[in-house]
T-cell receptor
């Protein structure tokens, strides 16, 4: 069945470091791909999305490119800030069926040191 | 995208009691979803709530424990019944899955059972 595998955390970086959080997926067809962020004590917020191969989603300095050849959707940011400390979830939504549901990865906790 | 108001934001409850969580959406939606997020874990879908029909529960979740109401297209409730400490989690409602817009989440209810 469809699944999402993402980099295990926690990930700890210094401020202004480069960030990559890996995400790969298994799916039939062409799913939509998402990154959600959960700040401490809050619900999930959609960070960015991509709906077809080679699409690049971007928001708040974060980027991720839908790579069908490697079935990946890695999250990157060139210079992280302390305020980026949160849990990041990669997710896919299988298209083609109204009954299909979004599938989440296990989440990656990111901590940024000042 | 839709805006979701979820309440309460947090509660501490005695074991054996029940808590009802409310989710209000600012637009009419066909499907609403309820998730559980256990400490340090990803999201697990509890059930899908369609207006005018019984909720559809995922494996491992039953109506007696998690009764759901969906009286109209903008509102739903989830009750956590006969609570035990193992029910301590964040509960989130969600709408979406239409087209490529992804899913929108409420801010979550952080439940602690003592």
């Amino acid at each position: 069945g469809d699944s999402v595998t993402q980099m295990e955390g926690p990930v700890t970086l210094s401020e202004e470091a480069f960030l990559t959080i890996n995400c790969t997926y298994t799916a039939t067809g062409y799913p939509s791909l998402f990154w959600y962020v959960q700040y401490p004590g809050e619900g999930l917020q959609l960070l960015l999305k991509a709906t077809k191969a080679d699409d690049k989603g971007s928001n708040k300095g974060f980027e991720a490119t839908y790579r069908k050849e490697t079935t990946s959707f890695h999250l990157e940011k060139g210079s992280v800030q302390v305020s980026d400390s949160a849990v990041y979830f990669c997710a896919l939504w299988p298209l083609g069926s109204s009954a299909s549901k979004i599938i989440f990865g296990s989440g990656t906790r990111l901590s940024i040191r000042p | 995208s839709a805006v979701i108001s979820q309440k309460p934001s947090r509660d501490i409850c005695q074991r054996g009691t029940s808590l009802t969580i409310q989710c209000q959406v600012d637009s009419q939606v066909t499907m609403m979803f309820w998730y559980r997020q256990q400490p340090g874990q990803s999201l697990t879908l509890i059930a899908t709530a369609n207006q005018g029909s019984e909720a559809t529960y995922e494996s491992g979740f039953v109506i007696d424990k998690f009764p759901i109401s969906r009286p109209n297209l903008t509102f739903s409730t989830l009750t956590v019944s006969n609570m035990s400490p193992e029910d301590s989690s964040i509960y989130l409602c969600s709408v979406g899955g239409q087209g490529n817009y992804g899913y929108t989440f409420g801010s979550g209810t952080r439940l602690t059972v003592v």
